[in-house]
C-alpha cells in the first residue's frame, strides 16, 4: 500500500488523538472521574493506530488494554467512549464495565476480558464463522508480549494455523509485562519466532515506525483475504508511563525511557511528513486544534451523560432470545 499523502495525515491526527484522549484520561482518572483502572498505551500509538488503519469497515477486532487507538480508528465516536470510561449511561456497556471490557459488534470491535489471552481464541471463532460464511473478512487480534506465555495464545494459534484462518495475531511487545522485562517472560528474543511452529510467517518489526506497520499489515491482510492463513506480526515497542495509572514505575532504567523517547512514533511522523514537504506547521497546528477540540467535546458530551439507573442494572446482561 503506498500510503498518499492524506492517509499519512489522517494517520498523524489518529495518533495525536490516540495521545491526547490518553492524557486527558489520565487527568480525569486523577480528578476522581473515570471508573475502573487506566492503561495507556501512550508511546505505542503506531501499533494499534497502524494495524487498524488497512482494515474494511466490515472487518473485526480484538482489542484488549492498550488499543484506545484502534477504537477511535475503526470508528467509535471519541464522546462514546469517554462516556464508557466514565461509566456512563452512552458508553456501549451502558455503564456496567470499565473501558478496556467494551466492544461494538457494528463497528466489528470484538470487546475483551480481564483475562489476559481469552480473547485471542475468540477472535479466531470469529473468523471461523466469517470463513464459513464465505466471506473475505479479517479478524485482527492484539496482546502483549506477556500475554504469549498464557496457553490461550498457543492454543489459538495453532487452531488459526490448522483452520488456516484470517487472522492478523497482533503482539505489541512494549518490553514489559507489568514490572517483569522481556528476558525474565519468554527464552527467546522474538515473539515472532513461535509463528512458523504453528503454519504462519512471523515477523517481528519496528512497532513505532507507523507506516512500515501499516505496510506489514497490509501484507498480512492481503495473505488472510485470499485464503493463505494467519500471520504473527510482532510490534517492538514501548509504553511511556507505568503499567497503570496506580503504578510509580520504579522499575525501569531512566536512560531506558529517555532512549525510547527518543524513537517516538509521532514525532517521526511529524519530522518525516516535514523533511518530505508534505506536512507544514501550520498543517500541523490545525491537526492539533483539531484533536483538542475533539478530545474536549467528547469529555462535555461524557460530562453530560447520565450515570445508568438502577433499575436498568440487569438489562443486556443475559440474552432475550
Ligand atoms: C490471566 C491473567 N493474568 C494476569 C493478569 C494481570 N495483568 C493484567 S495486565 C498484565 C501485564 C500484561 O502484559 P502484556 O501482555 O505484555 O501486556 P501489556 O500490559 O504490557 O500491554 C497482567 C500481569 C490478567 N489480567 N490476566
Redesign the pocket.
Known amino acids: 500500500m503506498d500510503l498518499t499523502r492524506d492517509q499519512l495525515l489522517e494517520l498523524y491526527y489518529y495518533m495525536h488523538l490516540t495521545r491526547h484522549f490518553e492524557e486527558r484520561v489520565e487527568r480525569l482518572y486523577r480528578q476522581g472521574k473515570v471508573v475502573g483502572g487506566v492503561?495507556t498505551?501512550r508511546g505505542q500509538e503506531a501499533v494499534p493506530v497502524g494495524t487498524c488503519y488497512p482494515l474494511r469497515k466490515t472487518d473485526f477486532i480484538a482489542p484488549?488494554?492498550?488499543d484506545l487507538g484502534a477504537f477511535l480508528v475503526k470508528r467509535m465516536s471519541p464522546g462514546v467512549l469517554m462516556a464508557q470510561i466514565m461509566g456512563k449511561a452512552d458508553g456501549p456497556s451502558k455503564g456496567k464495565d470499565s473501558w478496556t471490557h467494551c466492544g461494538d459488534m457494528e463497528l466489528g470491535i470484538i470487546a475483551s476480558t480481564?483475562?489476559?489471552?481469552s480473547s485471542i481464541p475468540v477472535a479466531c471463532g470469529v473468523a471461523l464463522a466469517e470463513q464459513m460464511r464465505g466471506k473475505d473478512t479479517v479478524v485482527v487480534s492484539y496482546?502483549?508480549?506477556?500475554?504469549t506465555a498464557?496457553g490461550d495464545f498457543h492454543e489459538a494459534l495453532n487452531f488459526a494455523g490448522v483452520h488456516r484462518l484470517p487472522v492478523v495475531f497482533v503482539c505489541?511487545n512494549?518490553q514489559?509485562?507489568?514490572s517483569t522485562p522481556t528476558s525474565k517472560e519468554m527464552p527467546v528474543a522474538d515473539v515472532a519466532d513461535r509463528g512458523p511452529a504453528y503454519g504462519m510467517p512471523g515477523f517481528a518489526i519496528d512497532g513505532n515506525d507507523v507506516r512500515l506497520v501499516v505496510e506489514t499489515t497490509c501484507e498480512a491482510i492481503e495473505r488472510a483475504r485470499q485464503g493463505d492463513g494467519p500471520t504473527l506480526l510482532e510490534c517492538k515497542t514501548y509504553?511511556y508511563s507505568g503499567?497503570s495509572a496506580h503504578d510509580t514505575d520504579g522499575y525501569r532504567p531512566p536512560q531506558e525511557v529517555e532512549e525510547w523517547h527518543g524513537r517516538d512514533p509521532i514525532h517521526r511522523l511529524h519530522d518525516d511528513l516535514i523533511m518530505q514537504g508534505l506536512l507544514t506547521d501550520d498543517e500541523a497546528a490545525k491537526i492539533l486544534e483539531r484533536v483538542q477540540s475533539e478530545v474536549k467535546q467528547a469529555v462535555e458530551f461524557a460530562t453530560n451523560s447520565p450515570y445508568p439507573r438502577g433499575e436498568e442494572a440487569i438489562e443486556g446482561v443475559y440474552s432475550s432470545a
Open positions: 492503561f498505551g484488549v488494554h492498550r480481564s483475562m489476559l489471552g496482546f502483549g508480549e506477556g500475554t498464557r505489541e512494549n514489559y509485562a507489568y509504553r503499567h
